[in-house]
């Protein structure tokens, strides 16, 4: 039986799905989670395997080879996890042992893509996803409740593309894009005092691809993605033991990324895909919130380094009905033992991922997936320190322990072809 959707409430539902979004991190503050067909794999063959319209966010260029008018929204939802065991060491008062449990939350990714071919070569889309996120929430009275509490920053983007297809085997894409950011950086430095800022910003950023199927059986992409620099203007408010509020401003940059891509068909059941990904964190130097007078109120360093993420897929055609999908990833982290942060809790992580697609009509059908993450434990010694000058205040003493952490990530995506 034959099932149709309106083109506006799916356009409609997409666009407001990807707008309600709540973040948790992956390697570093980036977000990988923009499909869950692509989930099931990994992400190998993101930039190369025009499976569906969710192409856009990775390379835009591929929406040159999908078949006809249409639309992917869906949801990947992470559980909340992460541990803490350790203690602040030093002055004013040294804790015992202390454990924190669950400070990653729970998170909704939506996202959401629609794609409309206007002749033999040109192809346009509209796109809403996350590529950058972060939501750290510690309990009250944690060990290093003084350097941070919450850590949230949310990035959205709302991209136009557009693919142009110069042969049957070579296509382009470029998409533009505004990116949305918003941030809330909350803690409890001594003297009962809580201090919270909040701010956001708006930006025009870009990507661009290419994709060329090499033969019949073998497609490679790559795709690069500009980087996010963001101007936060926003409010530090005190409240306990001072009150008081000012304006306060946070530079921030996302750095840029570049994707590889290749996905080969052994035959009608079994297909290959990998992909690289190599992301530009080494541009992430600092938290630095400053004042209307220039002062530095709350500095993190953060001396992120470059990272490569490298994942392997296959999928297998099970019948006219369902595909199946697994994956391995190894993500690399920007951070190490020598700088880990209490904001920034990261490190190198696992993902093995499994999924499948139920066609469930001739012009709709429905991906699942599942990712298991693993973090290696990191160690942290943390002080608080002064500002861009260099140095660390003794009077806050040290936060050292150990973070342990693996995630659950469950996806869900409706492909509809008009």
């Given at each position: 039986?034959?099932?149709?959707?309106?083109?506006?409430?799916?356009?409609?539902?997409?666009?407001?799905?990807?707008?309600?979004?709540?973040?948790?991190?992956?390697?570093?503050?980036?977000?990988?989670?923009?499909?869950?067909?692509?989930?099931?794999?990994?992400?190998?063959?993101?930039?190369?395997?025009?499976?569906?319209?969710?192409?856009?966010?990775?390379?835009?260029?591929?929406?040159?080879?999908?078949?006809?008018?249409?639309?992917?929204?869906?949801?990947?939802?992470?559980?909340?996890?992460?541990?803490?065991?350790?203690?602040?060491?030093?002055?004013?008062?040294?804790?015992?042992?202390?454990?924190?449990?669950?400070?990653?939350?729970?998170?909704?990714?939506?996202?959401?893509?629609?794609?409309?071919?206007?002749?033999?070569?040109?192809?346009?889309?509209?796109?809403?996803?996350?590529?950058?996120?972060?939501?750290?929430?510690?309990?009250?009275?944690?060990?290093?409740?003084?350097?941070g509490g919450k850590t949230l920053v949310e990035v959205m983007n709302l991209q136009g593309t557009v693919s142009y297809k110069f042969r049957d085997d070579v296509s382009v894409g470029f998409?533009?894009?505004?990116?949305?950011?918003?941030?809330?950086?909350?803690?409890?430095?001594?003297?009962?005092?809580?201090?919270?800022?909040?701010?956001?910003?708006?930006?025009?950023?870009?990507?661009?691809?290419?994709?060329?199927?090499?033969?019949?059986?073998?497609?490679?992409?790559?795709?690069?993605?500009?980087?996010?620099?963001?101007?936060?203007?926003?409010?530090?408010?005190?409240?306990?033991?001072?009150?008081?509020?000012?304006?306060?401003?946070?530079?921030?940059?996302?750095?840029?990324?570049?994707?590889?891509?290749?996905?080969?068909?052994?035959?009608?059941?079994?297909?290959?895909?990998?992909?690289?990904?190599?992301?530009?964190?080494?541009?992430?130097?600092?938290?630095?919130?400053?004042?209307?007078?220039?002062?530095?109120?709350?500095?993190?360093?953060?001396?992120?380094?470059?990272?490569?993420?490298?994942?392997?897929?296959?999928?297998?055609?099970?019948?006219?009905?369902?595909?199946?999908?697994?994956?391995?990833?190894?993500?690399?982290?920007?951070?190490?033992?020598?700088?880990?942060?209490?904001?920034?809790?990261?490190?190198?992580?696992?993902?093995?991922?499994?999924?499948?697609?139920?066609?469930?009509?001739?012009?709709m059908n429905i991906d699942f997936a599942y990712a298991y993450v693993k973090l290696q434990d990191g160690k942290i010694s943390e002080s608080k320190a002064v500002g861009p000058a260099g140095?660390?205040?003794?009077?806050?003493?040290?936060?050292?322990?150990?973070?342990?952490?693996?995630?659950?990530?469950?996806g869900v995506q409706l492909n509809y072809l008009f």
């Amino acid at each position: 039986m034959q099932f149709h959707l309106n083109r506006k409430v799916v356009l409609t539902a997409a666009i407001a799905m990807a707008s309600q979004v709540s973040y948790v991190q992956a390697a570093g503050y980036g977000i990988n989670e923009q499909s869950a067909s692509y989930l099931g794999t990994g992400f190998a063959g993101r930039a190369s395997n025009a499976i569906d319209a969710s192409i856009s966010a990775t390379n835009p260029a591929g929406i040159s080879f999908l078949k006809g008018e249409q639309a992917s929204v869906g949801v990947d939802v992470i559980l909340e996890g992460g541990s803490f065991e350790g203690e602040r060491e030093g002055s004013p008062a040294p804790t015992g042992n202390t454990k924190t449990d669950d400070f990653q939350q729970t998170s909704f990714v939506p996202f959401g893509y629609y794609v409309i071919p206007v002749d033999e070569k040109l192809t346009v889309g509209l796109a809403g996803y996350a590529p950058y996120g972060i939501h750290l929430d510690y309990e009250d009275g944690w060990a290093g409740e003084w350097l941070g509490g919450k850590t949230l920053v949310e990035v959205m983007n709302l991209q136009g593309t557009v693919s142009y297809k110069f042969r049957d085997d070579v296509s382009v894409g470029f998409g533009l894009i505004a990116s949305h950011v918003k941030g809330e950086l909350t803690s409890k430095p001594f003297g009962a005092v809580n201090t919270k800022m909040d701010g956001d910003d708006t930006i025009l950023a870009w990507n661009v691809g290419a994709i060329w199927n090499v033969t019949e059986a073998t497609t490679v992409g790559a795709s690069y993605h500009s980087k996010l620099d963001f101007k936060l203007s926003g409010d530090l408010t005190k409240s306990g033991a001072q009150t008081g509020t000012e304006k306060v401003e946070l530079n921030l940059v996302m750095p840029e990324k570049v994707m590889f891509s290749a996905t080969h068909r052994f035959d009608d059941q079994w297909t290959v895909m990998a992909d690289a990904t190599w992301t530009r964190w080494s541009r992430f130097e600092e938290f630095n919130v400053v004042n209307s007078s220039g002062a530095s109120v709350n500095y993190v360093p953060m001396n992120w380094k470059d990272t490569w993420a490298l994942s392997l897929g296959t999928s297998y055609q099970l019948d006219e009905n369902w595909l199946l999908r697994a994956g391995y990833m190894f993500d690399q982290a920007p951070v190490n033992n020598d700088n880990r942060t209490v904001r920034a809790p990261d490190a190198n992580r696992n993902w093995f991922t499994f999924g499948a697609n139920l066609k469930t009509s001739e012009n709709m059908n429905i991906d699942f997936a599942y990712a298991y993450v693993k973090l290696q434990d990191g160690k942290i010694s943390e002080s608080k320190a002064v500002g861009p000058a260099g140095g660390v205040d003794p009077s806050y003493g040290t936060v050292v322990g150990e973070y342990k952490s693996s995630s659950h990530i469950f996806g869900v995506q409706l492909n509809y072809l008009f």
